[in-house]
């Protein structure tokens, strides 16, 4: 689901995000994932793969008490997410940091109440010729079980963890996730239109098993026209988007 617009440049209402160094742009995904997680009562946050800085940018716009870190393995996508979060108004708040997750959660010494991650989703498939988007795209550098590693060791005892995925490998995730004695909490599916089958799945762990799962939906169109928003998408996501 990305965004029509692939311009070097994306301007949303409080910042602007350059995005000409990056593999992956700016794409609704982010978007859904930074609009929906849950920042109250959160202090420090993690945003994993960063990527241009979207996420951790939108993070620290929903919450002004929130300090975001955001790693990025790849170093032009991290200089130029440093550069973007230097450039807005939240930069005493959002640090970049370029380094491995994996190598990252071993020097690490502060827990977050928050991790975020839009992470790599594909785990088969043809590679694409471009390498920094195919390791973006596919768990190369940054397995599932990688991932879920990394966040046992940097999660808060009480935090949560959030992301999204494609439906079957949300799926499948939720199953790994639970050998990670990880849960979910919140399950929202993702529709690309009314009508059409789930498309995303936005998940929210806590390291608690939850007996009562909360679950919704959202659906993005109301029509094939790419402007035609559903209200709720567009409640979720106005505060961002400049056409909004």
Not at 41 to 47: I, P
Not at 68 to 91: G, L, R
């Amino acid at each position: 689901m990305h965004i029509s617009s692939m311009s070097e440049v994306f301007r949303f209402k409080q910042f602007v995000v350059q995005q000409d160094l990056c593999s992956m742009k700016v794409n609704t995904d982010g978007i859904l994932l930074g609009a929906w997680s849950s920042v109250e009562s959160k202090v420090n946050a993690l945003d994993i793969g960063t990527g241009t800085g979207l996420i951790a940018l939108i993070l620290a716009q929903r919450s002004l008490s929130l300090n975001v870190d955001a790693v990025e393995i790849d170093q032009a996508s991290s200089q130029q997410a440093a550069e973007n979060a230097k450039n807005s108004i939240f930069n005493d708040r959002v640090r970049i940091i370029h380094d491995s997750i994996q190598h990252f959660s071993q020097q690490n010494t502060t827990p977050y109440d928050l991790i975020i991650s839009n992470p790599p989703f594909f785990s088969g498939g043809t590679f694409s010729i471009n390498e920094n988007k195919a390791n973006v795209r596919h768990t190369i550098k940054l397995s599932h079980a990688d991932l879920l590693f990394s966040i046992q060791k940097l999660m808060a005892k009480d935090g949560h963890f959030d992301m999204i995925l494609p439906y079957i490998e949300g799926l499948r995730f939720i199953e790994l996730a639970a050998k990670y004695d990880f849960y979910p909490e919140h399950i929202t599916e993702v529709l690309p239109k009314k009508g059409r089958p789930i498309e995303r799945l936005l998940l929210r762990f806590a390291n608690k098993f939850q007996s009562n799962v909360k679950k919704d939906m959202i659906v993005i169109r109301n029509s094939d026209d790419p402007k035609d928003y559903t209200d709720a998408f567009t409640e979720l996501t106005k505060a961002f988007y400049l056409f909004m």
